[in-house]
């Protein structure tokens, strides 16, 4: 059974800023990992969040097995995402 897709407003508002088809390819890849999601992901240090790495891209995620919700909390170019994370979540 796969999981469902839910996403953030930061996250939304973050793929309509970026370039359409690095926007297209983050969402195929979200498409792609939601039939095994755990396979993809890294667990996050900080936060208890998970992480997917997508070239010069992160993707910060919530993983809720229990309801089978893939969470699309933050998007962004990993130069900066860490540092903009842990100012958001404090």
């Not at 088809?21 to 998970?50: C, F, G, M, W």
């Not at 993707?59 to 699309?72: F, G, R």
């Amino acid at each position: 059974m796969s999981f469902q897709l839910v996403w953030d407003k930061k996250s939304k508002d973050f793929l309509k800023k970026i370039n359409k088809d690095d926007a297209q390819r983050i969402i195929k890849k979200l498409n792609k990992i939601i039939e095994n999601p755990r396979h993809y992901l890294d667990t996050l240090v900080d936060i208890s969040a998970y992480k997917l790495r997508l070239g010069s891209y992160r993707i910060i995620v919530d993983l809720d097995e229990k309801n089978k919700i893939l969470n699309v909390l933050f998007i962004g170019l990993r130069k900066n995402i860490y540092k903009y994370i842990k100012r958001e979540v404090k």
